[in-house]
């Protein structure tokens, strides 16, 4: 096929990338631990780790999982936000020969359970603030060793117990728990665990870039979530794609190792967490903002230091533009605004403008592709309402239902290749099988076309799924559970559009019991489901639309039949 793409490359940009310049993910994140041992690699509420803390750190933790006789590749849940402990476990997994799952801290104990049970985690990292919940179902899964941090571990001695003690007895954050300790399980406190692992030698792993490095787990068509399975390779290609995208605007930084990136969105989700491990990659720093919805907070940390890099969904950058501090930020550092994870409209990219200077630049991903999929350029002047041109190394095909690629411009499901791209769903051989065309290109799902320049416009979605606020929301997993509310005879969940978040989730219900309110099915859903997969309208109707077998027109909802 043609790479029509190409000629639209900016000048400086690579055409592709080489994965096996490092022997594995491990190897390049240890090449740069040892590089800049002496810089920074994060600030969080002030308190600084530098990289050779950092590779300190993680050793000592890595060194702790071996001493538990894990078996190679063994899964370790991660189940934090983003504060200091997650890079030193995430770093520490991964250089002892395991693998990540990464687990989102505000899950549900129904959802937790389903993502610990699916992908066999035998060890979780958890935050002492979500710590009831994994207790609520831990007899329910295989976790045999349970760390548990606390939010100022890694804060300094006597600042790090302040925000501890604050964040216990103040803001009550950390609910009451009690994990069942028999058949062999044991608890570990993150500070206990890094003083025993520092005792213990580590021993390198021997990881190839075709090892298991994350099982990142998204939507499911069928209703539970499933795991994209990551190689090494899959995460390296995309980093060295990233940086290739980045090489132009990276001239006005000069050393790329003052770049200071904000770590606002979730680093369990595959946005963030690329970007993050491309900080490493360059040897720059991270701001971590632990709660980015406290945008009073977020102002006051920009403010603080020179920024380059502010990835974020649509919904954020709203966020602060409303905060009527923001425009007393300096941004004349910014180099990108790097939009993702949902669609950027053009209001919020013009006003951004406005405001920063810097335009927002949209790109497209999933965590099957490690976030990285197709991007605009990051020295566009103008937004430009597309979802750019496809990365070094990538291939965009836009084909039919048959997986047949289809003439430039016309519009078809859009289908991506390359070195980033999953090598499938963990334990999901008709999935996976499923998710391939014959020639190797992965379905997305999404509708697109590709103009003359190589650049790709998305129009429609073929899947049912859900984008609220940047998560993939499927609705077959909401009515699965909302049914199982007593008093719910029959239920639909569909997309609505939303200025906030995208979309917003409503679902129709056919009652069993009269007497069932809107309240009843939120107070449900509340207990029962993450805050993003909650829904925002709640209807009741006599019937639903259905197909002669029996099916739910779920469109005819979706235009108000």
């Known amino acids: 096929m043609e790479e029509i793409w190409l000629k639209s490359y900016p000048a400086g940009v690579e055409h592709d990338v080489n994965p096996e310049q490092y022997r594995s993910l491990t190897h390049m994140l240890e090449e740069s631990f040892q590089k800049n041992a002496s810089s920074p690699f ?6 600084w780790m530098s990289y050779g803390q950092l590779d300190r750190l993680s050793a000592a933790l890595g060194a702790w999982l071996q001493g538990k006789d894990l078996e190679p590749g063994a899964r370790v849940a991660i189940m934090l936000p983003n504060i200091p402990q997650f890079p030193v476990t995430m770093a520490g997994v991964l250089r002892s020969g395991y693998t990540c799952v990464n687990v989102n801290p505000l899950y549900t104990a129904r959802e937790l359970a389903h993502q610990l049970n699916d992908s066999g985690a035998t060890v979780i990292v958890v935050l002492e603030n979500f710590a009831a919940t994994l207790a609520e179902v831990i007899d329910d899964t295989a976790i ?8 100022g571990d890694l804060l300094g001695f006597w600042y790090g117990r302040w925000i501890t003690f604050a964040v216990r007895h103040l803001a009550k954050l950390v609910p009451a728990y009690k994990l069942t300790l028999a058949d062999g399980r044991t608890a570990t406190s993150f500070k206990q665990t890094i003083a025993e692992g520092a005792a213990i030698p580590f021993k390198a792993a021997a990881s190839t870039l075709d090892s298991i490095a994350f099982l990142q787990y998204t939507g499911g068509t069928t209703g539970l979530s499933k795991g994209a399975v990551l190689t090494h390779r899959n995460i390296v290609a995309a980093v060295l794609q990233a940086e290739a995208w980045f090489a132009p605007a990276l001239e006005r930084v000069g ?7 904000i770590a606002a969105l979730p680093l369990y989700h595959i946005f963030a967490l690329t970007l993050s491990l491309l900080a490493i990659r360059w040897g720059s720093y991270l701001t971590l903002i632990p709660n980015p919805r406290d945008i009073d907070g977020f102002i006051a940390t920009l403010k603080k230091r020179p920024f380059h890099l502010l990835p974020a969904v649509n919904t954020l950058f709203n966020a602060l533009l409303q905060h009527p501090q923001f425009k007393s930020v300096d941004f004349s550092s910014l180099y990108a605004s790097q939009a993702g994870g949902m669609a950027a409209l053009a209001g919020t990219a013009q006003h951004w403008l406005e405001i920063t200077g810097c335009p927002m630049v949209e790109g497209w991903g999933m965590s099957e592709t490690c976030a990285i999929g197709t991007n605009n350029p990051v020295l566009s002047k103008e937004f430009s309402g597309t979802i750019g041109l496809p990365l070094p190394g990538i291939a965009i095909a836009i084909k039919d239902d048959d997986g047949n690629s289809l003439a430039q411009g016309q519009s078809g499901e859009i289908c991506i290749r390359g070195p980033n791209v999953m090598t499938g769903y963990y334990q999901q051989i008709e999935e996976t ?7 190797g290109f992965m379905r997305t799902g999404d509708i697109g076309i590709m103009d003359e320049r190589g650049y790709t416009k998305i129009v429609d979605r073929k899947k049912d799924m859900i984008l609220v606020s940047g998560f993939n929301v499927f609705p077959s997993e909401l009515e699965n559970v909302i049914s199982l509310c007593q008093g719910v005879l029959e239920c639909a969940v569909i997309g609505v559009p939303d200025e906030k978040q995208g979309e917003a989730i409503k679902v129709f219900v056919i009652k069993d019991d009269p007497t069932l309110s809107e309240d009843d099915v939120a107070r449900y859903c509340q207990h029962n489901l993450t805050g993003y997969k909650r829904p925002k309208y709640i209807e009741f109707r006599d019937e639903l639309p259905k197909s002669n077998v029996g099916k739910v027109l779920r469109r005819e909802l979706r235009v108000g039949k």
């Open 144 to 151: 045999k060793h349970v760390v548990v941090a606390s939010m």
């Open 255 to 261: 050393d790329v190792r003052k770049i200071n990136s």
């Open 433 to 439: 099988r499923r998710a391939f065309t014959a020639d």
């Open 42 to 47: 994060s600030v969080c509420m002030e308190s």
